[in-house]
């Protein structure tokens, strides 16, 4: 399996970072959940949030309900929205997948794409 | 959330020498415990689940262990490519946290 994100690498504040991870080489709908994590020099690694194909989430809270993870089945990837973004949301942003559907450890990773906030 | 501590911050090691890396959590974490290799300009990866599991493909250089509240990353005889950064993670509660990470230089 390989995954692919993409997306504007420049978001002004207050505006919405919208990135997608494509995933190939396996099915969206299998036994794993989707996730986004990002790295910051300030932050380090942070989980971000998580999807299954049927549609359940999960998200940390410490974004406070800013970002919103979408799943398409019939292109093979899923997404994640951001909204309200600052400065502290500069980082790079990945996809990963967990390694089972009951083991959230993650396997596979995208090379990660670099979002800045600025205007 | 559980709190993940990692030390040293940064361990210095000659090639062919042997390192061990530290991880505690704040909370009990019923064997969720992953650790993560991280190389210059790239991703994380998965080399350890389970405190102990080596997952696919990871040699057996790389072996994990607990000890009462500690968690402990062993890597022997240090080769060019095991220079990198190293994180811990629990997957025991949302939201799952790393720690900080330990970086292995020569």
């Known amino acids: 399996v390989h995954l692919q994100e993409s997306g504007p690498g420049l978001v002004k504040p207050s505006g919405t970072l919208s990135l997608t991870c494509d995933v190939s080489?396996?099915?969206?709908?299998?036994?794993?959940?989707w996730n986004w994590v990002r790295q910051s020099p300030e932050k380090g690694l942070e989980w971000i949030g998580e999807?299954?194909?049927?549609?359940?989430?999960n998200y940390n809270p410490s974004l406070s309900s800013r970002a919103t993870i979408s799943i398409d089945k019939s292109k093979n990837q899923f997404s994640l929205d951001l909204t309200s973004v600052t400065a502290a949301d500069t980082a790079l942003y990945y996809c990963?997948?967990?390694?089972?559907?009951?083991?959230?450890?993650?396997?596979?990773w995208g090379k990660g794409t670099a979002v800045t906030v600025s205007s | 959330e559980i709190v993940m501590t990692q030390s040293p911050g940064t361990m210095s090691v000659s090639p062919g020498e042997g390192a061990t890396l530290s991880c505690r959590a704040s909370?009990?974490?019923?064997?969720?415990l992953a650790w993560y290799q991280q190389r210059p300009g790239q991703a994380p990866r998965l080399l350890i689940y389970?405190?102990?599991t080596r997952a696919t493909g990871i040699p057996a250089k790389f072996s994990g262990r607990v000890s009462g509240t500690e968690f402990t990353l062993t890597i022997s005889s240090l080769q060019s490519e095991d220079f990198a950064v190293y994180y811990c993670?629990?997957?025991?509660?949302?939201?799952?946290?790393f720690g900080q990470g330990t970086k292995v230089e020569i």
């Open positions: 990963a997948r967990s390694r089972t559907a009951l083991e959230y450890n993650m396997d596979v």
């Open positions: 080489g396996g099915s969206i709908s299998s036994s794993h959940w």
């Open positions: 999807m299954y194909h049927t549609g359940s989430s």
């Open positions: 909370q009990s974490l019923y064997g969720n």
């Open positions: 389970g405190i102990s």
């Open positions: 993670q629990q997957y025991k509660e949302r939201p799952y946290t």
